[in-house]
């Protein structure tokens, strides 16, 4: 029944390495995101997809890949991993909703991500 | 560029107590506003939205906000503070023009509800 889900809930790796996070929605949502939380609690948009199309890519290091193979899942791929990069990946989903107005987001539980 | 402010890093009340969490917002044009909170170790939860028409909008948990254009204010309201809503507070600010359109976040406001 869980609405977006992300594996794995921790990650912790060391400095240099690739890691990748996934995630999935089961509200036949079209608009899928990426956000990074710092240890502030800033939540900072990443990458956003509308139907498998990269719609939003804010200003984040090309290290960063995220990939979407359909509406239900957003996948987000790092490489050579650094310190930085230590925080909070929320996947969240929503409806376009053009038409009305922009649907509220799903989040997920989250990503720790733990660089060392 | 868009932008939101939450001016007060956490708020304290006392339970029972009427709450507010302020949020202003700066956007060309009239926004799409939102209210998210956050609970430990958890993923933001959707509260409420002000679209379009009444300016108060009413929304979970016995949560309203009211929106005023003059001030560019969103402020999350509540009449009887609970313990259980201890949490973290996001206002978010969208903007109305068309196409896709990213939501910006407010660093987010620290509710701690006193028994």
């Known amino acids: 029944d869980t609405a977006v889900s992300q594996t794995p809930k921790y990650l912790v790796t060391q ?18 995101y990426w956000y990074k939380q710092d240890s502030k609690k800033f939540l900072k948009i990443m990458f956003s997809y509308n139907n498998k199309e ?3 890519n804010e200003t984040v290091p090309n290290r960063f890949s995220p990939k979407s193979p359909d509406k239900a899942h957003l ?15 929320f996947c969240a ?6 038409a009305g107005g922009p649907d509220e987001q799903y989040f997920g539980p989250g990503t720790r991500l733990t660089v060392t | ?3 939101v ?15 507010t969490v302020k949020c202003t917002y700066s956007v060309s044009g009239n926004p799409y506003l939102f209210w998210y909170v956050q609970y430990p170790n958890r993923g933001l939860q959707f509260l409420l939205k002000y679209i379009t028409g009444d300016n108060l909008v009413k929304g979970s948990y016995g949560f309203e906000a009211e929106f005023n254009k003059s001030q560019t204010s969103f402020h999350l309201k509540k009449p ?10 996001f206002c978010a600010v969208r903007p109305r023009s ?18």
């Open chain 1, 54 to 56: 990269l719609i939003i």
């Open chain 2, 5 to 19: 402010a939450q001016p007060e890093d956490q708020v304290n009340v006392a339970e029972g107590n009427p709450l």
């Open chain 1, 15 to 32: 400095m240099g390495n690739d890691k990748s996070i996934k995630c999935e929605q089961n509200l036949g949502h079209d608009t899928m």
């Open chain 2, 98 to 115: 068309g196409g896709y359109q990213k939501v910006t976040f407010g660093t987010g406001t620290k509710l701690q509800v006193i028994p």
């Open chain 1, 75 to 89: 996948n987000l791929h790092i490489n050579s991993l650094e310190l930085g990069d230590s925080a909070v990946y």
């Open chain 2, 1 to 3: 560029a868009q932008s």
């Open chain 2, 80 to 89: 009887s503070a609970l313990v259980s809503d201890s949490a973290l507070y």
């Open chain 1, 93 to 98: 989903s929503s409806s376009s909703g053009l």
